[in-house]
Structure formats: C-alpha cells, structure tokens
C-alpha cells in the first residue's frame, strides 16, 4: 500500500513539474526599451514649434507589429482648447531590434501643459510595451531661456569658408596643420551653462545631441566656455579672452592634444574621411539644450 501511495505522489509531482516547464516554454516574451530619452538630455520639455526628440532601443519578444507613439491630455489638467499629438511609424515593423530614433516638430497649434507621453510597441506575438511619461509643452515666448546657436563660421588658416549657412566653399575641406577656427555665439541665455564646440569622426557613428550625452574619449575639443549667473537676455560666445588676447576657438588639424589637454589618441585619433563639427550647449540653471552639427572633410 505504502508502494501505491509512493507511485501516486510521484507520478502527481512529475505531473506538476511537466506542467510547469510547458507554462515556461510558452510564456509570451514582451517587448522592451531602454535608453528612454524624452526630450533633449531626456528633460520631458517641449516647446512650441520647435523641434523634439526621442530616443528608445527596443528589442521585441517576437518581432514588431507597430510603434506608436501618443501625446494626449492628462487627466486633472486643464487646457486652453482641446489638443492632441499622434505618431505611427510602420518603418519598425518586423523588426527584432530597433533604434527608434525621431525629431518631429511641436505644431504651433499645440497649448501649453502637462501631457501623458505614451509610447507603444506592439509584438507579433500579441503582446505590447506601454511607456507613460508627463512632459511639459510651453510656448517658447514664456520661457525663462531660449537658447539659440548662431553666428556660426569656419576658417582656415584664418580665411572664411562658411558662415551662417552660407558655404564660400562646396565642401569644408582641411589639410594636416591647418588652422581650424570654428566661431558660434549662444543667444537668449540667463544663469548658469556650458557650451563645446568639438570635432567628431563621421565613423564612429555617434552622434551626440546633449552635453550629458558627449563621450570625451570620442570628441577632439575646440572650445569649452562655462558662464555663471548671467543676467536675462544675455549671449556667450566661443571666443574667449585669455591673459588679455582674444582666442580659444582654434585647433591645428594634427595637434598632439586638444585645447583641453586631452591627447587625440584612440578613438578620436585624428584621419582622413568625414568628420561633424558639433556645437552643444546646455544651461543648466533651467535644463535647457541645443544643439547643431556641421560636415567638414579632413584630408590628413
């Protein structure tokens, strides 16, 4: 009897174990996303008319059925006039593994508040990823900063060959020891900031659109400029003045290290091909970025 007893329990064990793994082996894999940026530097701001971005790697459980994402009305707050922002992308679908990376424009129709961002992806496989996040849209007239990159020039060896989108030249083009000299002024500024002007190889495939995102082993610095307790309005520029002479914004093409002592080795080694000049700045009194990119060629 106790042999009986013993057989049954095994055999319900075994049962109950099969069971389990075939729960397992069909368990629906959902869609995930990290490297979430919401904004620029992820700072949940929208201003209207202006440009945003968005950043989120997913990886699908299966393969991806649709990307959607939505930036309705949040519930509690209250609006000027009824408003609402709708995106799906079909260019993700079917993919495994994706980079979603999109800059669309705030429509100047758009009201000021607090919205639920949502972000949607999704599965194949019928399962889906929901990311809600609050941003905040604000019409750019009543922010405290607006920062603006402008009176953007290169020269080498001291002649102009671009300035403000105007090319003298069809393509930038800089030889071993030549002097670059990159000029961009920041406008509409007030508080505390940073701002870099930095030359990033083409090949590396980074493309960085914030200060927080800048990756020194892959930048050759040009200027770096740090302001401090501005008055409203105010504008900063990369030329500084050092020891009584004007400067700061020029880089030999081939030089041992950059105009912030870092070596420009590795990575960033300098070498013919493509390469962005990149200006970033970002006030950090108010979590405000901008940035802009330019292409040059090195023949080095």
């Given at each position: ?20 793994n075939s729960d397992d082996d069909n368990e629906v894999l959902k869609p995930t996303a990290e490297n979430i940026e919401i904004g620029t530097a992820d700072n949940k701001q929208a201003l209207i008319g202006r440009d ?249």
């Amino acid at each position: 009897m106790k042999k009986v007893k013993f057989f049954f329990l095994f055999l319900l064990t075994a049962s109950a174990f099969t069971a389990c793994n075939s729960d397992d082996d069909n368990e629906v894999l959902k869609p995930t996303a990290e490297n979430i940026e919401i904004g620029t530097a992820d700072n949940k701001q929208a201003l209207i008319g202006r440009d945003f971005h968005f950043n989120a790697d997913v990886v699908a459980g299966s393969k991806i059925a649709n990307v959607q994402l939505k930036i309705l009305p949040k519930t509690g707050e209250t609006y000027s006039k009824d408003w609402k922002l709708e995106f799906t992308w079909p260019e993700y679908i079917g993919t495994k593994n994706t980079n979603v990376h999109k800059h669309f424009t705030i429509p100047a129709d758009a009201v000021e508040g607090k919205f639920d961002f949502v972000f949607i992806v999704t599965d194949e496989n019928g399962s889906a990823l929901e990311i809600k996040e609050t941003i905040t849209i604000t019409d750019p007239a009543n922010m405290p900063v607006d920062p603006v990159i402008g009176r953007d020039m290169l020269s080498r060896n001291d002649e102009l060959i671009y300035y403000m989108e105007t090319w003298v030249e069809p393509q930038l083009i800089f030889k071993k020891n030549d002097i670059l000299t990159a000029h961009a002024q920041i406008s509409q500024i007030m508080g505390n900031g940073i701002l870099y002007s930095v030359l990033i190889k083409k090949s590396l495939n980074y493309h960085p659109e914030s200060i927080d995102n800048l990756d020194l082993k892959k930048v050759i610095i040009i200027s770096k400029v740090e302001h401090k307790d501005l008055g409203p309005a105010s504008k900063i520029t990369t030329l500084q003045k050092i020891n009584d002479v004007y400067g700061g914004e020029s880089i030999v093409i081939g030089a041992d290290k950059d105009n912030e002592a870092n070596t420009v080795t590795g990575e960033k080694a300098w070498e013919s091909g493509q390469y962005n000049w990149v200006v970033l700045y970002k006030n950090t009194s108010y979590n405000m970025s901008v940035y802009k990119s330019m292409p040059v060629t090195l023949n080095f």
